[in-house]
Every structure is written in structure tokens, then in C-alpha cells.
């Protein structure tokens, strides 16, 4: 595959709704969407960071200007027998794994099409079907809570997971968990707590949650460790698995008894069947999470998900959930029964919606092999 072309292209779109973490509301995205040519066939990859420096380390801005002066110059021009050879090709710097990444699978997109063959089969997916769950917002309020939750749940998901911080945590988990006694239900605090919290923690062990997500810092796996051992509920990393050997770091100590694994926090397609390698050797269950992704992102997520160890519903769901419009054709749909068909035609096995990409691009940067 020779890297003849990459077009970096930065659109806006609104989510339906605001989106309430406990570090910041999300609404206005500013997507990098990136588009490899090789051998003349055209991969997508989506960039999946955050507006600000908030999530994790990286913006749209940082990624932009990473992808630009340093990624995509050492890329164009380079001939990779396979979209796995491009990790060694920027080993070299350090950390963006979101840049990265939204360039990586546009390469596994182009190549899976130049193969005729699905992303997921590509990459050794095995399912035809994935099983879905949703991630709510924090509310003002537990009733609104549990009126959002049951929306979901009458539209066939099967995981809940809310988002949770101090002071909107244990008086909303347990509206949700007495109006559903029986749903799959998890929480995610993206880094909200300390260890010196673990009492107040040990409260949702009540709740029979399938999970606690990331309560501690985000750069913290050993801290986890002392709280998973005072916890019964399960201690799901999102933010500390920055790469496979997190992972095996992260298990081993016991920090964890789930591992969510996004493709962009851990830079890539190749990267993150390393830690889903490793979670499956060690019995560690898989979850595919999202980061409000538009259509590029979450079928390259779709895709991801039908890897064997992915047991658990991931935050994989439909695009009217978030958009009035995506940029894909089809769109991603759910079934009734909170489930996504994964396609079968080459490569993500979605149209790009050019024109509707056109008139969402604010920027533009170019490179043509020489
Ligand atoms: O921690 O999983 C997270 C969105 C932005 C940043 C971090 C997270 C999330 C979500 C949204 O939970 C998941 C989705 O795309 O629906
Ligand atoms: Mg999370």
C-alpha cells in the first residue's frame, strides 16, 4: 500500500443534546475527520479527542497540529504491507494516541477495501452482531434521571451507564437502580474521586452495579488497585489503559476487573487488539467505549466490538441518538433488541457522505506523495 494522499479535514457538529461529565458539558464538536489514499482507495479515520484537555491530554488543536507537522510528513509517500506497520512508524512520538489513531484506521479502512473484505474481518472480528449500551449525561435531578433511563431502556439497550460526580452520585444511582431492579447498570466518574473516597465508594456496592468506571485519577492504576480490594463492585479503567502494557500492569496488580478499550486512547486499531489480547489471556472482560463520535468513529467502533473477548455491551450506539444527520449512509442503527448488525461489504461498509462533509469542513490540509 503506498500513502499516496492524506486530506485532514476538521468539521463542526452539534450534538442533539448537551453531554454532562464531571469534567465539563460537551456539545459543539470540532472533529478531525482524516482520509488516507493508497493504491488509489480512499480509508477514513476519525480523531476522537475532545474540545479541550479534559478527558484525557489531547484537543482537537493538538492533534491537528501533530497529524500535521509531524505525522502526516513522515506517512505520505511510505509504502506499508500492512495498516499494523504504522504504529512503528511513528513510534517516535511520544503520547497522542488520538492523532494517531484517527490516521491508523484510515489506513485498516483502505486496506480492508483493497482486500474486499469487512473492517471487521480484517482485523479477525468474529460476530455479525454486537450488543448495546448507552451512556446518560448527568441531570439536574434524579427524577429526570430516571425518566432519561427509561427512554433508553424502552428503546431495547441493555446496559445503562451514568455518569456520576460528588454531590450527583448516590441519591441518582439509586433513583435508577429502584425504578429497574433488574437492568445491567453501570456508573463512570472520569477521574472524579480520590482514594481517601473509598468509603463513600463501598455505598455503591448496594447498587449491583456491573461496574464502577474510572473512579480515581486518571494516571493512576496502583490507587485503583487499593480501592478494587475494599470494593465488591467490579472497577472498570477507562482513562489509566493508554496501551497494551497498562493493561497487563492494570491486571496484574488487580486495579481492575474490566477494561473499557477505546480506539483512540490507545492509538489505534493494532494497539487496541493488544489490550484486548491481553484482557482475554487474563480473563478480563472487554467493553467498547465511545467518545460521542461522529459516524466515521463509531463504525470503526461497531467494528472493533465483534473481536471474541468484547462480552460486554459497549457504549456503541445509534446515531440519532446524537445527530440530526450523520456524515455516513446508511446511519448506524439499533435494532429493538439494543443490537447493531455489523456489516459485511469492504472496509467500514459505509458510504461517506461528501457533500454534507464538505459543507461541515472549517479547515483543510493536504499532502501528495511526491
Ligand atoms: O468516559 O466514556 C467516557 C464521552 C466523552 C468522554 C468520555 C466518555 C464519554 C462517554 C460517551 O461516556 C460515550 C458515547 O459515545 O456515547
Ligand atoms: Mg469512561
Redesign the pocket.
Known amino acids: 500500500m503506498k500513502i499516496e494522499a492524506i486530506i485532514l479535514r476538521e468539521i463542526r457538529m452539534r450534538l442533539k443534546s448537551p453531554?454532562e461529565?464531571s469534567?465539563g458539558v460537551?456539545q459543539d464538536r470540532r472533529i478531525i475527520l482524516v482520509e488516507v489514499i493508497a493504491d488509489g482507495v480512499s480509508g477514513w479515520g476519525e480523531v476522537t479527542s475532545?474540545e479541550g484537555p479534559f478527558?484525557n491530554s489531547e484537543t482537537t488543536d493538538t492533534a491537528w497540529h501533530i497529524i500535521s507537522d509531524f505525522i502526516a510528513p513522515a506517512l505520505i509517500g511510505k509504502s506499508l504491507s500492512t495498516a499494523t506497520e504504522f504504529a512503528t512508524l511513528v513510534s517516535g512520538i511520544r503520547g497522542h494516541e488520538m492523532a494517531k489513531a484517527g490516521v491508523e484506521n484510515a489506513i485498516w479502512d483502505a486496506e480492508a477495501h483493497q482486500k474486499g473484505v469487512s473492517l471487521s474481518k480484517l482485523l479477525g472480528g468474529t460476530r455479525v452482531e454486537i450488543v448495546c449500551g448507552?451512556?446518560i449525561?448527568i441531570r439536574p435531578d434524579p427524577a429526570a434521571l430516571v425518566n432519561k433511563v427509561e427512554e433508553e431502556v424502552l428503546r431495547g439497550y441493555n446496559r445503562i451507564?451514568l455518569?456520576i460526580k460528588p454531590g450527583r452520585d448516590l441519591g441518582f444511582v439509586s433513583a435508577v437502580r429502584h425504578a429497574f431492579p433488574e437492568i445491567q447498570l453501570s456508573v463512570?466518574a472520569?477521574c472524579a474521586y480520590q482514594l481517601e473516597d473509598a468509603l463513600h465508594l463501598k455505598k455503591f456496592d448496594d447498587f449491583r452495579l456491573l461496574m464502577i468506571?474510572?473512579p480515581l485519577q486518571w494516571d493512576e492504576i496502583h490507587s485503583h488497585a487499593k480501592l478494587q480490594a475494599q470494593l465488591q463492585s467490579p472497577i472498570c479503567l477507562?482513562?489509566c489503559i493508554t496501551h497494551a502494557r497498562h493493561a497487563f500492569t492494570a491486571i496484574t496488580w488487580c486495579a481492575c476487573r474490566v477494561v473499557?478499550i477505546?480506539l483512540g486512547r490507545v492509538g489505534g486499531h493494532t494497539e487496541a487488539r493488544r489490550v484486548h489480547d491481553i484482557c482475554s489471556t487474563h480473563g478480563i472482560p472487554v467493553w467498547c467505549?465511545?467518545?460521542?463520535?461522529s459516524g466515521i468513529g463509531r463504525v470503526h467502533n461497531v467494528a472493533m466490538s465483534t473481536l471474541p473477548g468484547f462480552t460486554l455491551p459497549g457504549?456503541?450506539?445509534a446515531s440519532q441518538?446524537?445527530w440530526d444527520e450523520d456524515i455516513i449512509e446508511p446511519e448506524v442503527e439499533v435494532t429493538t433488541r439494543g443490537t447493531i448488525h455489523v456489516p459485511q461489504t469492504p472496509g467500514i461498509g459505509h458510504k461517506v457522505r461528501s457533500k454534507l462533509v464538505d459543507r461541515l469542513t472549517v479547515r483543510t490540509n493536504r499532502w501528495k506523495a511526491a
Open positions: 453531554f461529565t469534567f460537551m475532545t478527558y448507552v451512556s449525561g451507564k455518569k463512570d472520569n468506571e474510572q477507562d482513562e473499557n477505546k467505549g465511545g467518545m460521542l463520535e457504549d456503541v450506539s441518538r446524537y
